[in-house]
């Protein structure tokens, strides 16, 4: 039987593309903002793009916010993209200070202005796997590079649901990983070859 993921539809994300990777390694793949759909779904994949405060506002006020709790507690595969990282934690710095989904404690922070840094971090980068057992790592090389394009990074307060990290110019977090929720601050449907393994990776995860 042919794997499906359900990428949850709040109208801030690039939802096409992400949709079209897991396509192109034979996943099919909806994309969806209706709730029932969204809570029947047996793997639920949130990306974004854009502004914390305006994502979590959206979350909200469709109701996906507790759609997307309850799927995780409830223990089916979920897979974070970007701002869907940032949307798990308790909180985010962007802007001001605002309360995320709440999943796992901790916050979002921006780089630090350094003279030279460019923010936001924008390119390809290489990933340091701190738990190569990710089930979204199998496969990779030891030191694999992905494409990243963000202004802040999750900063957990359990430092073991850290998955993977990378350098810019110090180390920050960048993918986490806890039981079957596995999500990333750089964008697998932009990271070529590496990133497509990672999103087989998923859809075939049970």
């Known amino acids: 039987m042919k794997s499906k993921v359900t990428i ?31 809570a029947e779904a047996k793997k ?9 405060q305006d ?14 709790i309850d799927s995780i507690r409830s223990g089916r595969p979920f897979l974070g993209i970007c701002l869907g990282l940032q949307l798990l934690f308790t909180r985010s710095h962007e802007d001001g200070l605002f ?9 979002v922070v921006r780089f630090q202005s ?13 990933l340091e796997l701190k738990l190569s057992d990710c089930p979204i790592f ?3 090389p030891e030191k694999p590079s992905v494409y990243f394009v963000h202004s802040y990074y999750p900063e957990p307060a359990d430092r ?13 977090p960048c993918a986490i990983w806890r039981d079957k929720m596995m ?4 964008h697998p449907e932009k990271s070529q070859s590496i990133g497509l393994q990672m999103l087989r990776n998923f859809a075939e995860f049970s």
């Open 8 to 38: 949850i539809d709040y109208g801030m994300a690039n939802l096409r593309s992400v949709q079209k990777a897991f396509e192109s390694v034979g996943c099919e793949a909806e994309i969806s903002s209706d709730l029932n759909r969204i």
């Open 183 to 186: 999500a990333t601050q750089f």
């Open 99 to 107: 309360e995320g989904l709440g999943v796992l404690e901790g916050d």
């Open 44 to 52: 639920l994949v949130l990306p974004g793009v854009g502004a914390f």
């Open 138 to 140: 199998r496969g990779l």
């Open 114 to 126: 350094l003279p030279g840094l460019k923010v936001p971090h924008m390119g390809w980068n290489t």
């Open 160 to 172: 073991t649901l850290i998955s993977a990290s990378a350098n810019y110019p110090t180390e920050f």
């Open 55 to 68: 994502a979590i506002s959206c979350l909200k006020n469709q109701g996906i916010d507790r759609v997307i």
